[in-house]
């Protein structure tokens, strides 16, 4: 079965880490890249970071540079989003996504051409 499973969500304080995983089952996982999206209540979608298929090569939005860290494991099928220095901005659901396609600058919110999405797991940040 193909899937996308994220866990590692959860509350936590202003200034606080997460780290969130991003597990891969039923498909090739190092033919494809995957993205970090998240979703505020009330607000569209927003692309957070992207990692390639071999996992050497990352990209981050301007509002999580240098707080975030994307990473990925092909042995275990696994992608993780290091969270540091959480803001209660970045309250959101975080879903994983992965497609055949690198964004190397923008990674826009609305792309239609990703194959698999994961369920979301959701952080907040309390103040």
């Known amino acids: 079965q193909l899937q996308l499973v994220e866990s590692g969500g959860g509350l936590v304080q202003s200034g606080g880490s997460l780290r969130l995983a991003c597990a891969a089952s039923?498909?090739?996982?190092?033919?494809?890249?995957i993205t970090w999206f998240r979703q505020a209540p009330g607000k569209g979608r927003e692309g957070v970071s992207c990692?390639?298929?071999?996992?050497?090569?990352?990209n981050y939005a301007e509002s999580v540079r240098g707080r975030f860290t994307i990473s990925r494991d092909n042995a275990k099928n696994m992608v993780y989003l290091q969270m540091n220095n959480l803001k209660p901005e970045d309250t959101a659901v975080y879903s994983c996504?992965?497609?055949?396609?690198?964004?190397?600058?923008?990674?826009?919110?609305?792309?239609?051409?990703?194959?698999?999405w994961g369920k979301g797991t959701l952080v907040t940040v309390s103040s």
């Open positions: 996504a992965a497609a055949t396609i690198y964004f190397s600058d923008y990674i826009p919110p609305d792309y239609n051409g990703m194959d698999y």
């Open positions: 039923g498909f090739t996982f190092d033919d494809y890249t």
């Open positions: 990692i390639s298929m071999s996992g050497s090569s990352t």
